[in-house]
Nanobody
Framework: QVQLEESGGGLVQAGGSLRLSCAAS????????MGWFRQVPGKEREFVGA????????YYADSVKGRFTISRDNSNNTVYLQMNSLKPEDTAIYYC???????????????WGQGTQVTVSS
């Protein structure tokens, strides 16, 4: 089992940057692919990006490609989401999640954090 806790959210102006962190418990962190998702009220939780167990492969939603970067530090059980050139439409609650499968589908992710709010002002 994996427990996840996000941090680093906040309020930022459009064009600014934030880095989210997701700290994981458990000795098996390195065996999981990790994903980032986001959700706004009234909408479905949407895929942002994913990274495989080793960090050698990443995949991003078209809406964030070129602006967001996912990385992981398996020695510290942490995954990161670096967000640059933020836009008001990036405003959402951001969740990290863990999966045995490197996937874009939220249905494949068994473990979720509580989320961290990101607000981008125009």
């Amino acid at each position: 089992q994996v427990q996840l806790e996000e941090s680093g959210g906040g309020l930022v102006q459009a064009g600014g940057s934030l880095r989210l962190s997701c700290a994981a418990s458990g000795r098996t962190f390195r065996s999981y692919a990790m994903g980032w998702f986001r959700q706004v009220p009234g909408k479905e939780r949407e895929f942002v990006g994913a990274i495989n167990w080793s960090g050698g492969n990443t995949y991003y939603a078209d809406s964030v490609k070129g602006r967001f970067t996912i990385s992981r530090d398996n020695s510290n059980n942490t995954v990161y989401l670096q967000m640059n050139s933020l836009k008001p439409e990036d405003t959402a609650i951001y969740y990290c999640a863990a999966s045995r499968i490197y996937s874009v589908s939220r249905n494949e992710y068994a473990y979720w954090g509580q989320g961290t709010q990101v607000t981008v002002s125009s």
